[in-house]
């Protein structure tokens, strides 16, 4: 089983490392999409270990997941854990 964790995110700078960390032995990969965050959440999440999709504009969580699932469509994994940062 190959398990890709999905994870919206707008400004989430002062979490998003910590919920990654929590997931990384729980999962093949992290998959943060920055929802055009003004923080550092980009860069917290990339230092973190996750992939990191960026919006360039905050589009909402519908559009961040409709990207992120998108990105994945042709990957190998056999699941999608949705996450709300």
Do not use: W, Y
């Amino acid at each position: 089983m190959k398990v890709v964790a999905l994870i919206p995110a707008f400004n989430e700078a002062g979490t998003v490392a910590e919920v990654i960390a929590g997931l990384r032995d729980l999962v093949s990969q992290v998959l943060v999409v920055d929802d055009g965050s003004v923080d550092a959440t980009a860069a917290r999440a990339r230092q973190a270990g996750a992939e990191v999709l960026s919006l360039n504009a905050n589009q909402g969580k519908g559009a961040a997941i409709r990207a992120g699932l998108a990105a994945l469509l042709t990957r190998p994994f056999t699941h999608v854990l949705l996450l709300d940062e």
